[in-house]
């Protein structure tokens, strides 16, 4: 785990890429690290999985783990189903958090923050 108060600008993909070939995480014969980063300040968070264990830790289920164990629920009780990405849309806890979902009368179109 690698914890960064910021990330100065770089995307978290590039970041993690960057971070995870550096540390060479994992068994280089079977490239099965893991990394989990979170940047506080950006409000980002992302886990990096290597080849080797891309079958067993899918971008879904890592997509999973950050929305419901990692994220708080208050970082997404105002957002509108439009604000939130594709991934968090149909799950039962974005639901829930939604209270009664739909596009808002603003069409509020924020960026998901996924810490406070």
């Known amino acids: 785990m690698l914890t960064v ?7 978290i993909e590039g970041f993690a890429t960057r971070v995870f070939d ?22 980002r968070m ?6 080797g264990l891309e ?6 289920q890592a997509a999973r783990i950050i929305r419901d164990r990692m994220t708080p629920p208050s970082a997404m009780a ?3 189903t439009a604000s939130r990405p594709a991934w968090m849309r149909s799950s039962p806890r974005s ?3 939604r209270g009664g979902g739909g596009t808002g009368a ?4 924020r960026e998901p ?4």
């Open 106 to 109: 603003s069409g509020d179109q």
């Open 55 to 60: 079958g067993t830790l899918t971008d879904l």
């Open 5 to 11: 108060p910021s990330l100065d600008g770089e995307s």
């Open 22 to 43: 550096e540390w060479k995480l994992g068994q280089v014969d079977q490239d099965n690290g893991v990394l989990l980063i979170v940047a506080p300040s950006d409000r």
């Open 78 to 80: 105002g957002m509108t």
């Open 46 to 51: 992302r886990i990096e999985v290597g080849y």
């Open 95 to 97: 639901r829930a958090c």
């Open 113 to 116: 923050q996924f810490l406070r």
